[in-house]
Structures are given as C-alpha cells and as structure tokens.
C-alpha cells in the first residue's frame, strides 16, 4: 500500500483504532485525515478524547510509546474542526486541497496560537494545554 488515501474513510479509521495500519502510512496528512474524520463523525469534543486516545495507543504499540503529545493532537483536532466548518468539499482529498496549510505549513498554523516555549513544557504532552496567544475559535 502506498498511501492512507488508498483506504475509505472506514478501513482507515478501523485500521488506525484496532492497530493494523501499516505504521509507515501514518504520515502527517493521516494525523490530519483522522482529525477530519472523528470531527465528522463524532463533533470535536468527542472527536479529541477519540484521536488522542487512539493515538496514544498507536504510539505504545508500533512505537516506543514516547512520542504522544496531548496539546499538538488536541490543538491539530480544533484546527481541522475550525477548517471543516468552512469547507465546502464532503471528501478529505478536496478538503486537504481547500486548505493546504493543514498539510504544508501546520507548523506556523500553530506558532499562531501557541508561544514557541508551552509547545515545549513536559506538561503539554501529558495534559492539554489551551493556547496563550490566539484562542480556537
């Protein structure tokens, strides 16, 4: 398999929960169409505990288990809900084309919310952390 995207919503949010995904897929685009895809299904409160709980468990099994951090995921979750709520396309292809930046530039996305050193603290990979400089909205 080449991609996530070669897999329908379902298969790949199946994968991803029961641990089958290939761990090679699980790039940073995937991490953005689980976030797409929980926020559809389940509303964004929901779709946080689901994408953090699920990749932490991910982590533990095809990784060292370190790797988990709770305010990027939460953060990464709210940014694509924010997105979504703008998107006129009902496909994660054609909403990753609406919005590039989700893929290309997350980084500065969340240098916009979040000073450079909270990212950082210990604390912000163990608990969710709300942005000190631009609140999701």
Known sequence: MESHLNLT???FEYQFRDGSLDPALF??????RLAWIHTGRYGVEQACVNVCDQIQAFDRLHGDGTKFHRTLTVAAVRAVHHFRQKSVSDTFSGFIREF???KTNFKDLLNAHYSHFILRLPRAKREYLEPDLLPFS
């Open 27 to 32: 790039s940073h685009e995937a991490h953005i």
């Open 9 to 11: 919503d379902g298969q």
């Open 100 to 102: 590039p930046r989700l």
